[in-house]
């Protein structure tokens, strides 16, 4: 199993205003998927914007374990030599994925139509995730996936006679469980068809389409026929838009603040965060909008405003999924309450992220009702200021920088423990927050217990 990472604490003073530009670091997402087709494609693909992170770092160490060579990444820039659908080799040890659900996920559909078998592990956070999501609808193609009884990693994904493609309805939204459905389904014998509930990001079907692999979409339908082939191209990855919703964020609720955040990916199945910011009354607005490697992307320019508690559309959940820790901290700084539901996804992230955010916000003195699925948050109003204190993020990447945020309105420091793993998706956060006016220093090797 992956080790744990060293301690790391955010303290940051109260106060301040963000103003500047700021690029935030490449699309996570993106650049696990970029990885994965790039192995796989015939020919040489050169990748800019990679993020330099641990967990899309854990996706390329794994298909270099499984023969395929790639240079970089240096400054964001990497060149994988494809090695072809079924080109990959078995690894000599097990693939540890440290901290990454995505690239566990998407590996064992991928994973399930090779000819050898393939042990992945990772750290405790992610060894405690749910992985049954996935398995259920692999072993109905005819995967071959062992798991522990609670069907959770490690994971041991052996070859398979054949895999044969299905038509399947999933119960809950997700990128991930679609994601490797299509994966597998690119190995598989007939059609594999993936129906949404809800719409979900769709970097997956964008990025086959960019290597050349036909596919079409039917109404809530993803559809696509295996013995295809992945062909290599360029690929230029946006800014995160979930790094980036920290500073939305941070800049709307600081007074003062103006602040552009360049080059960010505007997936219309990822601007949930955007949708509900300005539903709240942020003032935020798109300039430059364009189109980078299949990905429209803009230049989001926020300003400090007042916020005002909504009842945030439950069609706006799944394109905001993972900005919901961000979204937590401008509710606590709106006025009048919050109201979440349909989010019960958000327990089974890196952490309970209802539980942690209800729990950290109480330490902040914000008023808050967690529930199944979501939460009730009472504002403080547009005005007020949180109270300082220490709150613990639990090893999540993002509950660690959405509290670095709530700074910004509180009446003293705000210590966040436990922060190490937010170099899995925003390596130099500390810095690059500095750089716009965040008052936060980091702690090294203090204890978090």
Known sequence: ??????????????????????QVPGDKSISHRAVMLAALAEGETAISGFLEGADSLATLAAFRAMGVQ???????????QGVGLHGLQAPADALDLGNSGTSMRLLCGLLAGQSFATTLIGDASLSRRPMGRVIEPLTQMGARIEATPEGRAPLRVLPAKQLSGIDYRMPVASAQVKSSLLLAGLYAQGETSVREPAVTRDHTERMLQAFGYPLRREGDRVCLSGGGRL??????????ISSAAFFLVGASIAPGSDLTLTEVGLNPTRIGVINILRGMGADIAIERPRELGG???????????????????????????????ALCVAAACADGPTLVRGAAELRVKESDRIQVMAD????????????????????AGAAAQ???????????HRIAMAFAMAALRATSPIVIRDCANVETSFPGF???????????????GATDA
């Open 1 to 22: 199993m992956a080790d744990t990472p060293p301690s790391l604490s955010f303290e940051v003073a109260p106060g301040g205003a963000l103003r500047g530009p700021l």
């Open 70 to 80: 790639a240079e970089g990444p240096e400054q964001g820039r990497l060149r994988v």
């Open 231 to 240: 062909h290599a191209t360029a690929l230029r990855i946006p800014a995160d």
């Open 295 to 325: 990905e429209p992307v803009g230049d989001l320019r926020v300003r400090s405003a007042p916020l005002r508690g909504i009842a945030i559309p439950e069609d706006q959940v799944p394109l905001a999924i993972d900005e919901f820790p």
């Open 360 to 379: 950290g916000l109480s330490t902040l003195g914000v008023d808050v009702e967690p529930q199944p699925d979501g939460m009730r948050i009472e504002g």
């Open 386 to 396: 949180l109270d300082g204190g220490t709150v613990d993020a639990y090893g999540d």
């Open 430 to 444: 500390a810095a690059a927050s500095a750089g716009v006016g965040l008052p936060i220093t980091e702690q090294r």
